[in-house]
């Protein structure tokens, strides 16, 4: 089940799933994208918006949620 993850660093809110400790599915509402200030960079630097797959910022954030409990990765087959 998709859990909304804030983002320490500009406070943006996206949901998150994590399936395994590799597979992380996160969905960004257009508002989220919009507001971060990295994929903003990225952007405004000229890669597009489409291409721009992740925020270092935000993946510390998802990181963050799993070690608290806050999101539980949900794969049956885990060590």
Do not use: Y
């Not at 949901?15 to 952007?43: D, M, N, Y």
């Amino acid at each position: 089940m998709m859990r909304p993850v804030e983002c320490a660093a500009c406070g943006n809110r996206v949901l998150c799933e994590k399936f395994s400790p590799a597979h992380t599915s996160v969905q960004w509402s257009g508002p989220s994208a919009a507001a971060c200030p990295v994929i903003r960079a990225r952007v405004a630097g000229g890669e597009p918006a489409g291409r721009v797959r992740a925020c270092e910022e935000l993946r510390g954030s998802i990181d963050a949620a799993v070690a608290s409990g806050a999101l539980e990765v949900t794969g049956a087959d885990l060590p």
